[in-house]
Nanobody, 113 residues
Framework: QVQLVESGGGLVQPGGSLRLSCAASGTIFSYNIMGWYRQAAGKERELVATITSTNINYADSVKGRFTISRDYAKNMVSLQMNGLKPEDTAVYYC????????WGQGTQVTVSS
């Protein structure tokens, strides 16, 4: 039984920044994958970034602009998003993989003038 709760989404102008956070319940180990996916209108859900104690992966589209971090003691994962573009507009979902996968409810990020 796991619950993921996201926060930090909202409306931002192009070039702006947002920080998303996700808090997870339960017993979670550093080797368990946590991260962020996103889904834009009319498109498939795609990986944004994932993190374990030994590895970090980013989608090419966000590399150099987004930074994922994790507080292992608090079972929290964050996504610092800088230089936001309109094409970053999507619902962002927190993800956790233990013996199975878990998803948050999603938080809307809208990049627009």
């Amino acid at each position: 039984q796991v619950q993921l709760v996201e926060s930090g989404g909202g409306l931002v102008q192009p070039g702006g920044s947002l920080r998303l956070s996700c808090a997870a319940s339960g017993t979670i180990f550093s080797y368990n994958i946590m991260g962020w996916y996103r889904q834009a209108a009319g498109k498939e859900r795609e990986l944004v970034a994932t993190i374990t104690s030994t590895n970090i992966n980013y989608a090419d589209s966000v590399k150099g602009r987004f930074t994922i971090s994790r507080d292992y003691a608090k079972n929290m994962v964050s996504l610092q998003m800088n230089g936001l573009k309109p094409e970053d507009t999507a619902v962002y979902y927190c993800y956790l993989r233990t013996v199975r996968g878990y998803w948050g409810q999603g938080t809307q990020v809208t990049v627009s003038s």
